[in-house]
Every structure is written in structure tokens, then in C-alpha cells.
Antibody, heavy 118, light 112 residues
Framework: EVQLVESGGGLVQPGGSLRLSCAAS????????MSWVRQAPGKGLEWVAN????????YYVDSVKGRFTISRDNAKNSLYLQMNSLRAEDTAVYYC???????????WGQGTLVTVSS | QSALTQPRSVSGSPGQSVTISCTGT?????????VSWYQQHPGKAPKLMIY???KRPSGVPDRFSGSKSGNTASLTISGLQAEDEADYYC????????????FGGGTKLTVL
């Protein structure tokens, strides 16, 4: 059974940093692109970042470029999102999701809440 | 990277059909056959319902169908059931120069 479990969310002050993790199981993690997608409270979904199977390619939504870094450790079946210079508008539930060949997201974690507030 | 346009809400009675539209541009919906749809119940993670415009993952009822014409994609749910009440989001790959994805703003489906 495919499972994605996020962790690392919490309350952080504006300008602060946080590192999210996503533990994957039930599939060959190293064979898939992976993504982070976020959802602000009461709002819609927003794609945040993608990373290729071997970590050689990474892509970001414009609003987080230069502040967020996606990475992965295939030996640990884990996906990460390092978030720096956090802003109030980054407040959201962050989901990790698996990307399939059809360029859609077929499995999602339960999400982890990040709140940026003073 | 503008969001795709969806109606804020739609409704229908049990057994009826509803269609949710998703309008983008030639750079996303109109440019690729990589449109997907997600169902999200309150407090839950999104669930993939349709991919590649019209394909259903294993386990998704055939009451759910997808289509596309030009820059607009559509999700049709026939034989509405109470458990279909949820938020629905469309998503399109929008590669152009660098790979990225855009979602619609979401549509709240109410089963009357």
C-alpha cells in the first residue's frame, strides 16, 4: 500500500525557517518524480515544487523561488522541503504527492500545517 | 502561472448529472492533454479522479468522466450520490519553458 506521511509543520515567525519531511513507503520511491502542493486555509490547491527521480531537476512556483528548496534522499525514501524567509502568505497545509507518467498526482499524504505568524 | 477558472459552486439532486468546467489558456489546458481532476472531502487529502483529460484510475466509478475542448476541460458526474458532495479541483500541466502545474480555484459540489 502506497503511503506518504508528512511531518515538520508548525508555528514559525515571519522570516523564519522550517523543514518539512515526507516519508514514503509501499512503492519504489526512487522511480518517481515527487511534488509538494499546498493549500492555504479555506483556499484552493497550489503546486509548489517538483523534483526528478535522481534529484537532478527541480522546479518551483514563482512565489517560492529562492526561498524554498526541494530535495530527496532515495536511500531513506524521503522527500524534503526546506522553507526559508517564510511569509504570512506561506501559511498552508503542505502535501507531498507522487507524480505519475501522466503528469498528475496519484497519491497524496495527509498534509502538515505550516503557520507563519508573529 | 495564473490559476485555472472553475465555477465556485454547482449543485444537483441524487441521480442527476452535473458538469464542472475548467477554463485555462493555450499554455496549459489547451496546450497539453495532461488535465487531471481531484476530489477533496473536508479535512481530507485530495484524491485523483481523472487524469490525461478522460482516464479514470482504478477504483474510481465510471460515473465520473472527463473531456476537453480547446482551452476548457470538463468533469461530468452522472448518477449523483450523496458521497459525491465535495470540492473538486482541476489541474493542468503547463510546461512551456520550465515544467510547472496550475490548479483551478475549486468547485464546491452540493448534492441536494
Amino acid at each position: 500500500e502506497v503511503q506518504l506521511v508528512e511531518s515538520g509543520g508548525g508555528l514559525v515567525q515571519p522570516g523564519g525557517s522550517l523543514r518539512l519531511s515526507c516519508a514514503a513507503s509501499g512503492f519504489t520511491f526512487s522511480s518517481y518524480w515527487m511534488s509538494w502542493v499546498r493549500q492555504a486555509p479555506g483556499k484552493g490547491l497550489e503546486w509548489v515544487a517538483n523534483i526528478k527521480q535522481d534529484g537532478s531537476e527541480k522546479y518551483y512556483v514563482d512565489s517560492v523561488k529562492g526561498r524554498f528548496t526541494i530535495s530527496r534522499d532515495n536511500a531513506k525514501n524521503s522527500l524534503y522541503l526546506q522553507m526559508n524567509s517564510l511569509r504570512a502568505e506561506d501559511t498552508a497545509v503542505y502535501y507531498c504527492a507522487r507524480v505519475i507518467l501522466s503528469l498528475s498526482f496519484d497519491y497524496w499524504g495527509q498534509g502538515t500545517l505550516v503557520t507563519v505568524s508573529s | 502561472q495564473s490559476a485555472l477558472t472553475q465555477p465556485r459552486s454547482v449543485s444537483g439532486s441524487p441521480g442527476q448529472s452535473v458538469t464542472i468546467s475548467c477554463t485555462g489558456t493555450s499554455s496549459d489546458v489547451g496546450g497539453y492533454n495532461y488535465v487531471s481532476w481531484y476530489q477533496q472531502h473536508p479535512g481530507k487529502a485530495p484524491k485523483l479522479m481523472i487524469y490525461d483529460v478522460s482516464k479514470r484510475p482504478s477504483g474510481v466509478p465510471d460515473r465520473f468522466s472527463g473531456s476537453k475542448s480547446g482551452n476548457t476541460a470538463s468533469l461530468t458526474i452522472s448518477g449523483l450520490q450523496a458521497e459525491d458532495e465535495a470540492d473538486y479541483y482541476c489541474c493542468s500541466y503547463a510546461g512551456s519553458y520550465t515544467p510547472h502545474w496550475v490548479f483551478g480555484g475549486g468547485t464546491k459540489l452540493t448534492v441536494l
